[in-house]
C-alpha cells in the first residue's frame, strides 16, 4: 500500500507515503484483518490518521480489478475489539498461605498497539494516461471514500502519474512499484470524499476492507519500507476455517509464554514485552513471524482462550471482519458450495510481524496449517502469602519463596536481554518483613544471571546429542564400507 499523507505523525499498512508537504513521513506499525479461505481473500485496513483529510491518499497493489461490491467500510472499534482480546497478557496468581485455602486471581493489564492509517490523496486524474502508460480500470465512491483503480505498464510512468498530480514520491518508489507491475497488479487508489465524510456525520476515516479472489496469499509490505524509518510492526488478525496461517518464505514461531517473571513487572508490563519481542527478534535473527494467539473461535467453542483478557470475538465480530462462510453475504453462492458441516468453523490466529528491507527482502507470503493447537502468550506473576508465617510451614515457604524468585529473576533477563539493573525492583509487601528476606531488592544485591539458561541448554543438549548420533553413524558407515572393499 502506497499512503500520502501530510507531515502528521501516522502508521500505515504495506505502504509507503507520498505528500504535498516536505514533513518527514513515517510508517512504523500496522494492523490488518486477513480473513482467507481457499482462493478468497478479504483485507481489512485500519486507520488512526489524525489531520486534515484533504492531504491524503492511499495506493494498494491488489491482484485484480474490484468491483464497488468488492469494497465497504466497517467501523474501527473492531480492530480495538481484536486486539483487547488478543494480545499479549499478563496473568496474577496469589500463593495461599501454608495454612489456609489457596486463593487464585487472574488480571490482564492493558497495552496498546498501535494502529494503522489509510487517508487520503491529491486529485487523481485520468488525464496524460497515455503519456504515463497508466489506465484508469475504474471509479468508485464507497462511504466517504473515492476510489480508483489504476494499471500501468512501467514504474517509471506511474511515478511520474502520482508526480504531475503533485505528489511527493520517495526515493527508490520506482524500484519498489516495479514488481508489482511486472506481476501485473493493479493499484487500488483512494482519496477522501470530504462532502460524503461531511454528509455521513463521521470525524474520523473508517477502515477499508477489500476481498478478491485470487491463488496469491500474501500482503505487500515492500511497499512499506519505501521511506521507512528503520524497523517496523505489523499485527495479523487473520481468519481461516481449518487452522493456522504461517508464512511459506520466513520462519513462522511462537512467542515465548508460560513462564513465570517477577512481580515488579506488573508496574510496566508495556515495556516488559516491548524488551521481550524485541529480544526474541533478534535471538531469531530477524527473518522471523511470531504467533502470539492462536485458537478455534468459532461459535459453536465455548473455551476461546485461557485467561480471556476481553470478550471473544461474537458472530457480529466475525461477520464484520469478513468471515463470509458464517452466513449471508455477496458470496453467498460461494459459501453454498461448501460442506454444511464445516460452514461454522473459524480458527483465528494473531501475527507480529517487524520487518525491514535487510530482514524482509520480499513480501509476506502465508499459507493456512491444518494445525488447531491452542496458543497464546501469557506471562505469570505470583503474589506472596500473606498472613502469619511463623510456623514451620511457613518458615519452609519463605526459603522456597526466595528461591523462587531467583529463577524469576533469571527468567527475566532471558526473555528480554535486559539486567536487573534496568528494573525497579522496590515490593513491598508484609511478607518481606519476615525475618527470612525474600525481597528482589535483597536478590538483587547477590544476583548473577546463569550463564547458560535451562531452557538454552535443554536445545544445546539436544543438538549435541544430535551431533554425537550423527559421528557415531558415519563411523558405523565407514566401518561398514572398509570391511565390504
Known amino acids: 500500500m502506497l499512503l500520502i499523507f501530510t507531515s502528521y505523525d501516522v502508521s500505515a499498512f504495506c505502504g509507503f507515503y507520498v505528500s504535498k508537504a516536505d514533513g518527514t513521513l513515517k510508517n512504523k506499525t500496522s494492523q490488518v484483518i486477513l480473513v482467507r479461505d481457499g482462493d478468497r481473500t478479504v483485507i481489512t485496513m485500519s486507520n488512526d490518521f489524525k489531520g486534515e483529510v484533504t492531504d491524503f491518499a492511499m495506493v494498494v497493489p491488489v491482484p485484480t480489478v474490484l468491483k464497488k461490491s468488492d469494497i465497504k467500510v466497517v467501523e474501527a472499534d473492531l480492530f480495538q475489539r481484536l486486539n483487547d482480546y488478543s494480545k499479549p497478557r499478563l496473568v496474577e496468581y496469589y500463593d495461599e498461605n501454608p495454612c489456609q485455602p489457596r486463593v487464585l486471581y487472574e488480571k490482564v493489564l492493558s497495552g496498546r498497539v498501535a494502529g ?108 512499506g519500507m519505501a ?35 517477577p512481580l515488579f513487572v506488573q508496574k510496566n508490563f508495556g515495556n516488559f514485552y516491548a524488551n521481550l519481542f524485541q529480544h526474541q527478534w533478534q535471538k531469531e535473527n530477524q527473518s522471523v513471524s511470531f504467533i502470539e494467539y492462536a485458537w478455534d473461535v468459532s461459535p459453536s467453542n465455548f473455551m476461546k482462550c485461557d485467561p480471556c483478557v476481553s470478550n471473544p470475538p461474537n458472530y457480529e465480530d466475525l461477520k464484520k471482519a ?40 520480499q513480501d509476506l507470503v502465508f499459507q493456512e496449517t491444518p494445525n488447531k493447537e491452542n496458543f497464546q502468550s501469557r506471562y505469570i506473576i505470583t503474589h506472596p502469602a500473606t498472613g502469619n508465617l511463623k510456623c514451620s510451614e511457613g518458615q519452609q515457604y519463605l526459603k522456597q519463596l526466595k528461591e523462587r524468585r531467583k529463577k524469576e529473576m533469571d527468567m527475566l533477563v532471558y526473555l528480554t536481554g535486559k539486567s536487573y539493573e534496568d528494573w525497579d525492583v522496590v515490593i513491598a509487601n508484609e511478607a518481606e518483613s519476615m525475618t527470612y528476606d525474600t525481597s528482589y531488592q535483597s536478590i538483587a544485591k547477590n544476583f548473577k544471571p546463569a ?30 564400507k572398509q570391511n565390504i572393499g
Not at 127 to 154: C, H, P, R
Open 116 to 223: 494503522v492509517s489509510v487517508q487520503k490523496e491529491s486529485n487523481l486524474k485520468s488525464k496524460d494516461e497515455e503519456e504515463f502508460k497508466v489506465k484508469i480500470e475504474a471509479e468508485y465512491t464507497v462511504g466517504e471514500y473515492d476510489i480508483v483503480i489504476l494499471s500501468a505498464e512501467e514504474s517509471n510512468g506511474l511515478y511520474k502519474w502520482l508526480t504531475a498530480n503533485k505528489y511527493k514520491i520517495p526515493k527508490g518508489a520506482e524500484e519498489v512499484l516495479e514488481p508489482y507491475i511486472k506481476s501485473n497488479m493493479k493499484f487500488f487508489v483512494v482519496k477522501v470524499n470530504i462532502e460524503e465524510q461531511e454528509n455521513l456525520g463521521f470525524e474520523q476515516l473508517r477502515p477499508l476492507q477489500i476481498r478478491f479472489t485470487s491463488p496469491k496469499f500474501m500482503l505487500p509490505i515492500r511497499l
Open 227 to 261: 521511506n521507512a524509518d528503520g524497523d517496523q510492526d505489523m499485527i495479523v488478525y487473520a481468519f481461516t476455517k481449518n487452522g493456522r496461517i504461517e508464512s511459506t518464505n520466513y520462519r513462522t514461531v511462537q512467542m515465548q509464554t508460560g513462564k513465570n517473571i
Open 322 to 361: 469478513g468471515v463470509w462462510w458464517l452466513g449471508k453475504d455477496v458470496y453467498e453462492e460461494y459459501v453454498n458450495e461448501y460442506n454444511k458441516e464445516n460452514n461454522q468453523n473459524v480458527f483465528f490466529t494473531r501475527l507480529h510481524i517487524r520487518y525491514n528491507r535487510k530482514a524482509f527482502a
Open 451 to 480: 550463564s547458560v539458561h535451562p531452557i538454552e541448554n535443554g536445545k544445546n543438549i539436544f543438538l549435541a546429542s544430535m551431533a554425537l548420533i550423527s559421528l557415531i553413524s558415519m563411523i558405523s558407515f565407514r566401518r561398514k
